[in-house]
């Protein structure tokens, strides 16, 4: 292949970067697949983390040494990130959204890799200071929330299940009372699937009075795992339910939702 | 904000159009963003295609006409492709995942971003010509598989449920017989989760002889939907267990796995 032009290597060097968010790339590779000196891999990417001043859309973080090497942290900015929760609050307050029950139709949203890519990084970007090792979830709902959050913080994401499974192997089971049915229910987790001691970042799409949290924060207890962060991207209001839980990021808040009136209010929190 | 470099702008471009795969950016609003001619940025976008020659990891696909633009559309090349099931099914054969009962432990890869990615990249390769509108899984093992393929053709997911659940609203229910278990269960989808008629394709972790999938066909011809693909991450052999469907496509296959001896064998299928 022909030598490629400065500005044509920093555009690939920046593709390869963002292929694989949070991964460390050595210089040597992108030397190696650039036909360039590793000097000047190092100068382009001076220029490239120059490029990303104009869009705040994600970092270069470079690690020096023999190690070392440059890898794409992907974020979110602020603006962005309260235009987006505010533009959801208002697709969730649409009154045909509300179901018989009392419960309010968002699996549409909660599935749509639009909408789940900025929530990973706002997720992302409040928790990443904590350094979570590893983020856990519950069936299901929670799932696609859960994994994009683990895609922009580089980790793997627990899943997990409701009653117990064959094809985790030896689990650790346990019963809960979940707070809105009052029924008594197990979850369980593969005794491989997390080691001891991990800092968990715990992620679900809506808490109610908290009684699943809970039930999640009792069973990681059992992995001997330190929760360091919860974030829901739903919650009732705290003054008319109180939780089970404290100490979570809650990103939008169901004010009222009345199936009789087909009323619904979703606003969002301040996040940042 | 200073003038742009060229090259400055190229990568900021590249940015912002890979933070946004599948999407049609206009050419407008990179114009306005950048401060450049929309003349400017055609002609950036012409050096940024050529600089994606050498990765081989995705394609700019243009849109002319007022309601023109450009989109970044994410691919592996087969190479990549290729090399990345050799290692996923060597890593799967190993003796320390055979489980009692004779199933595989293979949920700390299907729930591992950096696994997930390249084989969203794979099924999105695969049937993207087919033209979906929609990506099908049934829960659990299955979502993350089928988000990273939604993401990477840039359709949104749908997830069947088992049972009935209240906050999916009026649902369409079927019983089936998993092939495997050859117990009668029940799966359903909410009525406003999928248009009548739509293309589908369907996305699962696991097929032995193919009860679940057959139940998800016919639960998605109750919505008139039109099943245009079917990938499934591995199979067990087709000639010491037949299956219940036809035409699928499936990336690793489970040529042997003894609990007894300890012993399992997986193995890549060809797939381009």
């Not at 968010?21 to 360039?36: D, K, S, Y």
């Not at 942290?73 to 029950?101: H, K, M, Q, T, Y």
């Not at 929330?145 to 117990?164: K, Q, S």
């Amino acid at each position: 292949m022909d030598k490629m032009k400065r500005a044509e290597r920093m555009v690939a060097v920046m593709q390869v970067l963002m292929s694989k968010p949070n991964m460390l790339v050595p210089l040597t590779l992108l030397a190696e697949r650039f036909g360039a000196a590793k000097s000047t891999i190092s100068e382009d990417l001076l220029a490239v983390k120059e490029s990303m001043r104009y869009t705040g859309q994600g970092r270069l973080e470079t690690v020096s040494g023999a190690a070392g090497g440059v890898r794409y942290i992907p974020e979110i900015n602020s603006e962005d990130a309260n235009e987006f929760l505010v533009g959801l609050a208002d697709r969730l307050s649409s009154p045909d959204r509300v179901l018989a029950g009392g419960f309010l139709y968002m699996t549409d949203l909660l599935y749509d890799p639009a909408i789940l890519r900025p929530l990973g990084l706002i997720f992302a970007g409040a928790f990443r200071e904590k350094k979570p090792e590893v983020v856990v979830t519950i069936e299901t709902k929670g799932i696609p929330l859960a994994l994009v959050t683990a895609e922009a913080l580089g980790l793997p994401m627990i899943i997990i299940r409701h009653g117990n499974k064959v094809t985790e192997g030896t689990a650790v089971s346990i019963n809960y009372v979940s707070g809105s049915s009052r029924r008594i229910q197990s979850m369980s987790l593969g005794r491989r699937a997390l080691e001891p001691g991990r800092k968990v970042l715990l992620i679900d799409d809506f808490m109610k009075a908290g009684g699943t949290a809970l039930g999640m924060m009792n069973l990681l207890k059992e992995f001997g795992a330190d929760v360091v962060g919860f974030g829901v991207l739903m919650e009732t209001p705290r003054e008319s339910e109180p939780k089970l839980v404290d100490h979570y990021l809650s990103l939008l808040q169901l004010r009222e939702l009345d199936p009789y009136k087909g009323v619904v209010r979703v606003i969002p929190q301040e996040i940042m």
